[in-house]
């Protein structure tokens, strides 16, 4: 699992490089880390939080922080944990 400052420089990196070669695509990450720790100019457009850690005050600073972003919910299922991205399009249709 990481988590900021450790993936940071990582993600200036490879964020940076997608906005600088295609300017108008939007970046996005599923990242659960608290929001204090996502500094503003962070190359990050959409944030993608489960439902259950999100907080308005966080969204609207993380949306206020620089042009363009939004904040996108997600419901994680099986397998659990911070080290596993979840949807629904993973699980068979009855087990959804």
């Given at each position: 699992e990481c988590a900021l400052p450790g993936c940071q420089p990582a993600m200036y990196k490879l964020f940076g490089a997608v906005q600088k070669s295609w300017p108008?695509?939007?970046?996005?990450?599923?990242?659960?880390w608290i929001l204090e720790d996502l500094p503003d100019d962070l190359p990050l457009n959409l944030w993608i939080n489960q439902y259950q850690l999100y907080e308005a005050d966080r969204a609207a600073k993380f949306v206020a922080?620089?042009?363009?972003?939004?904040?996108f919910l997600y419901h994680c299922i099986e397998p659990s944990g911070g080290g596993y991205l979840n949807t629904f399009v993973e699980r068979p249709l009855m087990q959804t």
């Open positions: 108008g695509l939007r970046t996005a990450a599923a990242i659960n922080g620089a042009p363009n972003r939004s904040v």
